[in-house]
């Protein structure tokens, strides 16, 4: 699991990012460093970010390190 650049508060303001084509927020990374975040193919997106509890996961589609779509 990763998280955007952006610190969406819901899955709705992803997909929004995701329509506009938002690529500078759309980033993924993983905090810890411990596993490597996925830079072509699925992955799983968690929000908000810690510290607040995670309240919406959402399955996407990364190509360059970009979430370019909302799967699930």
Known sequence: MAYTVENFATKEALKAAVAAGEVENLRTYNPSGMFPVTQDGRDV??????????RWYAGVIVKGGVV???TG
């Open 45 to 54: 997106i968690e929000g908000p970010q810690y510290s607040k509890p995670h």
């Open 68 to 70: 370019v779509k909302v």
